[in-house]
Each structure stands twice: as C-alpha cells, then as structure tokens.
C-alpha cells in the first residue's frame, strides 16, 4: 500500500507539471519588458498579427485600452506602461514604445537607440531621415526613415524627439515606432 506522504507529493508534481503546461500554451513567449524594437515589431509581437497571435508570441500580459471605430490601442500591462501597438481592422500595425513616467532604458531598437537619445544619436545610427514632421504637442518633431531592407514597402521607423526641459539644450528620443503607414504617423493613437 502507497504512503500517504508519497501520494501527496506525486499529486503535488503533477499539478504543478500541469500549470508549467497550460502556462506554455498561454502565451510563454519573452517578455516584452527587454525585447528591441525592429523593422518588424517589438521582439515577439509583430506587425501583421492580430491579438490572439501577440497574446500567445509573449508572455507579457497585453489588454485592449482604447477602442474608436476599427481603432484599437494594445498596452502591456506591467512595469513599463510606455509599451502599446496601434491595431486596425484587429491587426497590429504599429509598435510603440514610449517615455512615461516609468521611463524604460531597457527597450533598444535592433540597432540600440533608446529613450532619451540625443537626436544626434538617432542620425549618427540611422542617417538622415527622409521625412521630419513638427510634432505641436511636444514642440519637437518626428523622424521618420524607411527600414532596410525594403521588403514591406510601407513600414517605418518614427522617432520623435523632443526638448526634455529644465535647462537641457537640444531634442532627445521621447518615443520609438515602427509600423505601417498611415498608422505610423497617427500621432494620438485612436483618437
């Protein structure tokens, strides 16, 4: 006859064998916290899937915070609240990550700009930008550059930088996107 204790801590491993399983199933992709921002979305999420698809590509718990029409905003939902991907139609079309009062040093893009990057920085790592449009809200602009290689010919990287204040001269990064147009240049998300 099996011992008590035995049983207990079979029963024991195989519950927690179960939540290990169902949590790979739901989504135990990376987290968004460190992924770096590329040509095709931020780390696992990319642009083109749809909610179901970026729930399940990261572990990152991600929910629906602004709705108008076809327009959607997805936040994550955890440490950094400056991470949110514009969808239309129900599918991602941009990826954004942006300084809030929770400013994230650890998101990059593929080639390592990140929040609070001189606008220098920003030309020295991917030259000059094709188009630069004034940004009224924040008194700075945006850059905008076409990713490489040109295989989705309607993506774009745009990179807003802004004057910080309190005495510090120049315009640094304030938020990184890459996504389709038009979507990557709806300033004010869904609204």
Do not use: W
């Not at 749809?50 to 440490?79: H, I, K, M, P």
């Not at 990140?114 to 602009?141: C, E, H, I, M, T």
């Amino acid at each position: 006859m099996p011992r008590p204790r035995h049983i207990a801590l079979t029963a024991a491993v195989a519950a927690a064998a179960a939540l290990v399983a169902a949590g790979s199933a739901a989504g135990a992709g990376p987290k968004l916290d460190t992924a770096r921002l590329g040509p095709d979305g931020l780390g696992p999420v990319k642009i083109g899937m749809t909610l179901d698809q970026a729930r399940a590509a990261t572990s990152s718990r991600l929910r629906v915070t602004q709705r108008n029409g076809t327009c959607a905003v997805l936040e994550q939902v955890g440490r950094y609240d400056g991470v949110y991907f514009l969808m239309t139609d129900d599918v991602i079309r941009t990826a954004t990550i942006s300084s809030t009062t929770s400013v994230n040093f650890y998101n990059l893009t593929t080639k390592g700009l990140r929040l609070v990057a001189s606008q220098k920085r920003v030309r020295q790592l991917y030259g000059k930008p094709f188009f630069v449009a004034p940004d009224a809200d924040s008194g700075g602009r945006t850059l905008l550059y076409r990713p490489k290689p040109k295989k989705a010919p309607a993506r774009r990287y745009a990179f807003t930088v802004a004057p910080l204040g309190g005495g510090i001269i120049g315009q640094y990064v304030t938020e990184m996107t890459v996504g389709e147009l038009p979507e990557v240049r709806f300033s004010e998300a869904c609204s």
